[in-house]
């Protein structure tokens, strides 16, 4: 007879096989002890089966399992979501019935046109659809996921706890069979290749043939206006060309220069990339990296519907040059003008495109040498158009009032604010153009190695200084993290303490700084439920060394630190802990207040209230305890 409670285990099924024996173990140790007659069966004719509405535990659409700790054999199928013919480990889905739109594994083998639909290609993620055979006639060879099944005869099953999709269905002789989804990933858009030879290549050709490497972007009409992201076009009116405007970032561990970075709308960013040279006497005039004019020579198009109509003026957005840019030339073993940073402003006004665009460029000399490299900066700023000047180039807050610990510590040069910077080096352990920012509350160390032209002391010492503090100079520092540049009581000066010339017993020496340290005193000021951290005083400590003018120094090593001291002078805790304050009546001594109240003539007789009262105290504890 069947037992009605039987209770059977499915375990899941492995990853690297169809079926494992061992995954199974439990449930072929339950099925021994039934008789031959009531052992579970494979499904042995997939053909055959038919599946009814009867559904134990499906699984969800995408791929993504679900598990339940109780599912009876009697709850219907999730509509929507298409049956598949059972099969006792077949790795191919008879015919076209099963649909799992998001595998596993993303791999779509029809998926060729990046960003659009193709057409009868039901794993195509970019075709959004539920159900796909709703809109396409047939699915391509290897857009349908294949399946695998385990089945068991459904009356041996009261309870599943598969984690996998299980469903029952009735095979060719009325009996209903139990069917787990076996979860092999290998398994996803199985298909087997068609073999391309002599005989059959005419009739390929012919179905699959076409034109080859059809572009959208030509046959679709360009948007109206730019999207966040979108790449910014540009227009070269000398030789009619519509290109990308770039952002060239670096690559691999070097940080090799990508120049088919494109520059995304409304995305501010900075990057920077190194380059290197083979041979600079002949890249110097003619490498358009170094070159300042490669960089504002074109315009740009207000709107990507401009590309219908580039020569119209109405699309075309000039580029202005906020600096002074000469072109690169070569004397004698320097090349100078090369270009080391570009900074672009845009200025854009919605959906009516950029309105705007200026750029500033920065430039220095490179020594003609064999391994000679360039480190370039390239900074992109968005803002909307007919924005103030002045909130354009105020800085950003490093706390409200008091500075939080990891914002930049704010500098004043003049009526401009800016984060104060460190030195940092590149790739061969050279100074940067790029540097750090110091960060409040944060130590830091930093060095990189300068290389030295022929100069006087003077201007030697100069160019030091301004690799060590930056440019400009810092003057002041923000007392708080939202200083006002207009408001210079915000703001403490940096206290200087150079190098000791008289010290040096040296005639013919030159003093040059080669460390400079930073320190920082800061203090939390406020409630102590609400502190704010705030500066109190900064001074820049150089240490300098001496070199004689005779020798040939070509380059030397210099270091940056800076140092955060805490001064805040704390409250003094309290010295010991609050006393109660006990309230009595006013009457609460009274009988005792007017026992011993009386004067000294009445004191023999004053003992009698006392014992009359002490005896009414012994006479009330003695009924409570009884």
């Known amino acids: 007879t069947r037992l009605e409670t039987a209770v059977a285990y499915v375990g899941p099924a492995g990853l690297d096989c169809p079926m494992r024996t061992p995954q199974l173990a439990l449930l072929q140790v339950f099925l021994l002890m039934f008789p031959d007659g009531v052992r579970p069966q494979p499904s ?246 170094l070159n300042a004019a490669s960089y504002y020579n074109f315009t740009i198009l207000k709107v990507p519907r401009g590309m219908t109509d580039p020569q119209n003026m109405e699309f075309q957005v000039p580029v202005i040059l906020t600096s002074q840019a000469n072109a690169p030339l070569l004397a004698g073993n320097t090349c100078q003008n090369v270009v080391s940073q570009v900074t672009y402003e845009i200025e854009t006004n919605g959906t009516f495109g950029i309105q705007k665009v200026s750029v500033s460029l920065g430039q220095t000399n490179l020594t003609v040498e064999p391994g000679a490299s360039l480190q370039q900066h390239f900074i992109f700023h968005f803002r909307a158009f007919q924005q103030s000047t002045a909130a354009s180039i105020t800085s950003p807050r490093s706390g409200n009032p008091g500075y939080i610990v990891g914002k930049p510590l704010l500098a004043l040069t003049g009526d401009v604010s800016y984060s104060m910077t460190l030195l940092r080096s590149q790739g061969n352990g050279s100074c940067s153009v790029n540097r750090h920012e110091v960060q409040f509350g944060v130590n830091a160390i930093s060095g990189c190695k300068l290389r030295l032209k022929k100069a006087d002391c003077s201007h030697l010492q100069q160019e030091i200084y301004q690799t060590l503090h930056g440019r400009p100079r810092p003057q002041h520092v923000a007392i708080f993290g939202n200083a006002d540049p207009a408001q210079k009581g915000g703001w403490t000066r940096i206290l200087n303490r150079h190098c000791n010339i008289s010290a040096i017993n040296c005639t013919s020496c030159c003093l040059i700084p080669v460390s400079l340290e930073i320190q920082v005193l800061w203090a939390y000021v406020g409630l102590l439920s609400n502190p704010q951290a705030h500066v109190s005083g900064v001074r820049f400590l150089y240490q300098c060394q001496s070199i004689r003018d005779s020798q040939q120094v070509t380059e030397v090593s210099l270091t940056t630190i800076v140092n955060f001291v805490d001064i805040t002078q704390k409250p003094e805790p309290p010295r010991g802990q609050p006393k109660m304050d006990w309230k009595l009546p006013f009457d609460f001594f009274f009988p005792f207040r007017v026992a011993f109240s009386r004067g000294v003539s009445s004191q023999k007789c004053s003992v009698s209230p006392v014992l009359i009262l002490c005896l009414l105290l012994l006479g009330v504890l003695n009924l409570e305890t009884i």
């Open 44 to 289: 042995s004719s997939p053909a055959g089966a038919v599946p009814t509405s009867l559904d134990l535990q499906p699984g969800t659409v995408g791929g993504t399992l679900q598990s339940s700790s109780e599912a009876t054999a009697t709850r219907p199928a999730m509509p929507g979501i298409s049956t598949v013919v059972p099969t006792l480990v077949t790795p191919s889905a008879p015919g076209n019935r099963t649909v799992d739109l998001f595998p596993v594994l993303p791999i779509c083998v029809c998926d060729l046109t990046p960003g659009a639909c193709d057409i009868n290609c039901c794993c195509d993620r970019d075709c959004y659809l539920l159900h796909p055979r709703t809109v396409f006639s047939f699915c391509l060879p290897g857009s349908v996921r294949s399946s695998s099944w385990v089945c068991v005869d459904n009356s041996l099953i009261f309870r599943s706890n598969s984690p996998f999709p299980s469903r029952v269905f009735m095979d060719s002789n009325g009996i209903r069979q139990f069917c787990v989804h076996v979860n092999n990933s290998k398994l996803n858009y199985f298909q087997k290749l068609q073999k391309v030879n002599a005989t059959n290549f005419q009739a390929l050709a012919a179905e699959f043939g076409g034109e080859s490497f059809t572009s959208t972007f030509q046959t679709q009409s360009p948007p109206s206006f730019y999207r966040a992201g979108d790449p910014i076009l540009t227009y070269f009116p000398k030789w009619s060309v519509i290109s990308l405007l770039r952002q060239p970032a670096g690559v691999g561990a070097a940080g090799l220069c990508a120049e088919s970075n494109p520059a995304g709308f409304l995305e501010s960013k900075s990057t920077t990339c190194t380059r290197f040279f083979k041979n600079l006497a002949s890249s110097c005039t003619l490498d358009s990296a």
